[in-house]
T-cell receptor
Framework: GNSVTQMEGPVTLSEEAFLTINCTYT??????LFWYVQYPGEGLQLLLK?????DKGSNKGFEATYRKETTSFHLEKGSVQVSDSAVYFC?????????????FGKGTSLLVTP | GAGVSQTPSNKVTEKGKYVELRCDPI?????LYWYRQSLGQGPEFLIY????????DSGLPNDRFFAVRPEGSVSTLKIQRTERGDSAVYLC????????????FGPGTRLLVL
């Protein structure tokens, strides 16, 4: 079946540091890949997505590239801010298997300190 | 515009009781999803509606769980004979119909079964 594995947190960084959160996936079909973010006290919201191999999703300075050869979709940001402190979830949907449902990883908590 | 809303925001009940959780999707969104998020985990898919019908209920853990969407808008997740293991945050999401549409999440209902 489909699954998503992402790096364990919490991740603690100083402001302006470089961020990488690793995400790898297993899928039987041709999944779309997503990063969702959950800020403290708020609901899940889509950060970025990529629907096919080699696509790059980007938003708010975050980027992730859909790498089929390594089955990865790592999240990166060149310079994090305190306001980026949140829990980040990698997810996939695979119409050939799980339909429209999203399969989520366990989440990675990020804390950015001033 | 208004986002996805869920009521109640918190629900405390006793083992064996019946509970109903409500989701109000974004106006015009024909697709609606329920997920369950346990502590320290990512959301897990429960059920997906397209219009009034449940297009995929493969994530419902057992027959104590049931969901309806009688008019194709508001949905209710019903849990009979609650167990302590049902304690979690129940998330609702909605989207437009069609492939690759973004799912918009509500703030969730935190259910605690004593």
């Amino acid at each position: 079946g489909n699954s998503v594995t992402q790096m364990e947190g919490p991740v603690t960084l100083s402001e302006e540091a470089f961020l990488t959160i690793n995400c790898t996936y297993t899928a039987t079909g041709y999944p779309s890949l997503f990063w969702y973010v959950q800020y403290p006290g708020e609901g899940l919201q889509l950060l970025l997505k990529a629907t096919k191999a080699d696509d790059k999703g980007s938003n708010k300075g975050f980027e992730a590239t859909y790498r089929k050869e390594t089955t990865s979709f790592h999240l990166e940001k060149g310079s994090v801010q305190v306001s980026d402190s949140a829990v980040y979830f990698c997810a996939l949907s695979d119409l050939s298997n799980s339909g429209y449902a999203l399969n989520f990883g366990k989440g990675t908590s990020l804390l950015v300190t001033p | 515009g208004a986002g996805v809303s869920q009521t109640p925001s918190n629900k405390v009940t006793e083992k064996g009781k019946y509970v109903e959780l409500r989701c109000d999707p974004i106006s015009g969104h024909t697709a609606l999803y329920w997920y369950r998020q346990s502590l320290g985990q990512g959301p897990e898919f429960l059920i997906y509606f397209q219009g009034t019908g449940a297009a995929d209920d493969s994530g419902l853990p057992n027959d104590r769980f049931f969901a309806v969407r009688p008019e194709g808008s508001v949905s209710t997740l019903k849990i009979q004979r609650t167990e302590r293991g049902d304690s979690a945050v129940y998330l609702c999401a909605s989207s437009r119909a069609g492939l690759q549409e973004t799912q918009y999440f509500g703030p969730g209902t935190r259910l605690l079964v004593l």
